[in-house]
């Protein structure tokens, strides 16, 4: 296409508009003919047409925006195609839909339009902005490929070798044991819940029949947290009975599992830290019967068909009667080993039936329903189910130990 200086224009002052931008061959006789002279690329017909909108007040047809839109698409689209490298792309993006690009430029126009024109120009321009968007776009896709090929060609790589694994792990044995138990559970109707790791004295402690003064609280020395409130970390699941009978009414039927902490030392059976499955069942007419029946169908599932559990006399503040939950030994099958100590029965959970005071001091009638609770250790149960001897096992995080589950 030839590119030449319209003198006409240059006369008329508009070449300063026109600086520096390939001009137009003028067809028309004046500009107020109208702007048939589109024998220019896109860029030049939209700076022409505002010179003229300028200095002449001409305001461009809706033709002419057609006319126009299609000279910049054939351009542009030819440009596109024939763009050698990524920098050449570029370049045409800013020449075309850059704040200062032909159809940039070109949209200018729409402001001078009527209503109706307006509704036509507009989605002409849009349709043209999208078209070139999309061919831009597919260009430097297929030039980023090419040069990333090329880039590849020039080294020496072998990419049918096979890749190194993807090291896969599993989840900690703690997690599996606690899924175990849980899902055991749920199947015999236990619902699922939760409560705060800290947790003020009265939910930990005062609701559950321990009030201050209490050797039990002893038992369960903790952590204080300084705080206004009393606030400790919780010492047992058992917060959950409190919490859940306060918003909820019989019957009820929950299984809360979480960590717990506790002011021991840590050794093969102890840890400062741990996990624990809180149990609780509150209707009418629950007894120990139910207690035991629940707790023996549970191991059953966890540890096999034989699996046997007795009772023995306990005490915990929050339930009258209580008891500690033995079953019989998983390794020796009650014979006596070095596991049970020869007793043939390892200790696993405290339980009992829910104290009257403990449904009182949560709005429930003691004389209307009655419940039970326990509460068992994750890790003793799973040190159980693993054949773990060393509760430190699960927290030392050795890779060796943990990949053997
Ligand atoms: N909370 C008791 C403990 O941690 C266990 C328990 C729960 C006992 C429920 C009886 C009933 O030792």
């Given at each position: 296409m030839k590119h030449r200086k319209s003198r006409k224009l240059h006369?008329?002052?508009?070449?300063?508009?026109?600086?520096?931008?390939?001009?137009?061959?003028?067809?028309?006789?004046?500009?107020?003919?109208?702007?048939?002279?589109?024998?220019?690329?896109?860029?030049?017909?939209?700076?022409?047409?505002?010179?003229?909108?300028?200095?002449?007040?001409?305001?461009?047809?809706?033709?002419e925006f057609q006319t126009a839109c299609d000279t910049i698409?054939?351009?542009?689209?030819?440009?596109?195609?024939?763009?050698?490298?990524?920098a050449a792309v570029e370049e045409l993006r800013v020449a075309s839909l850059g704040r200062k690009g032909a159809l940039t430029e070109l949209l200018k126009n729409l402001k001078d339009f009527s209503?109706?024109?307006?509704?036509?120009?507009?989605?002409?321009?849009?349709?043209?902005?999208?078209?070139?968007?999309?061919?831009?776009?597919?260009?430097?896709?297929?030039?980023?490929?090419?040069?990333i090929n090329?880039?590849?060609?020039?080294?020496?790589?072998?990419?049918?070798?096979?890749?190194?694994?993807?090291?896969?792990?599993?989840r900690h044995p703690l997690s599996v044991a606690q899924d175990r138990m849980t899902e055991i559970l749920s199947q015999l109707g236990f619902e699922w819940a939760e409560g705060p790791w800290v947790e003020d004295e009265k939910h930990n402690f005062d609701l559950l029949n321990i009030p201050l003064h209490h050797p039990a609280?002893?038992?369960?020395?903790?952590?204080?947290?300084?705080?206004k409130m009393p606030l400790v970390l919780r010492t047992h699941t058992s917060n959950v009975q409190s919490r859940?009978?306060?918003?909820?009414?019989?019957?009820?039927?929950?299984m809360a599992p979480g960590r717990v902490f506790r002011n021991d030392s840590l050794d093969a059976t102890h840890s400062p830290v741990f996990h624990q499955i809180e149990g609780l069942y509150v209707d009418?007419?629950?007894?120990?019967?139910?207690?035991?029946?629940?707790?023996?169908?549970?191991?059953?599932?966890l540890f096999g068909n034989k699996a046997e559990i007795r009772f023995r006399p306990s005490f915990f503040p929050f339930t009258e009667p209580s008891v500690e939950v033995d079953v019989k030994c998983v390794f020796c099958q009650g014979k006596g080993c070095n596991v049970c100590k020869g007793s043939g029965w390892i200790e696993m959970l405290g339980a009992g039936v829910v104290h009257p005071n403990v449904l009182k001091n949560c709005g429930i009638d003691p004389n209307?329903?009655?419940?039970?609770?326990?509460?068992?250790?994750?890790?003793?149960?799973?040190?159980?189910?693993?054949?773990?001897?060393?509760?430190?096992?699960?927290?030392?995080?050795?890779l060796r130990v943990l990949k053997q589950f």
């Open positions: 006369r008329r002052g508009v070449s300063t508009v026109l600086k520096n931008k390939c001009c137009i061959i003028l067809i028309s006789k004046s500009p107020t003919d109208g702007l048939g002279f589109l024998l220019s690329c896109g860029a030049c017909i939209s700076h022409y047409t505002r010179a003229c909108v300028k200095y002449y007040n001409i305001i461009m047809t809706i033709a698409a054939q351009e542009y689209t030819e440009k596109i195609a024939h763009a050698a490298d990524l209503i109706e024109d307006k509704k036509t120009a507009g989605p002409l321009g849009n349709a043209l902005k999208a078209k070139l968007t999309a061919a831009l776009d597919e260009k430097t896709d297929l030039l980023a490929a090419k040069e090329e880039e590849l060609n020039k080294v020496d790589l072998d990419l049918t070798l096979p890749g190194y694994p993807v090291a896969k792990g599993h609280r002893d038992a369960q020395d903790t952590f204080f947290v300084d705080s859940y009978m306060e918003k909820h009414k019989p019957p009820l039927r929950i009418k007419n629950v007894s120990m019967a139910d207690l035991k029946s629940d707790l023996t169908a549970f191991m059953k599932g209307e329903f009655s419940g039970y609770a326990f509460g068992m250790g994750v890790e003793r149960l799973a040190m159980m189910m693993l054949n773990i001897k060393d509760i430190r096992t699960f927290y030392e995080n050795d």
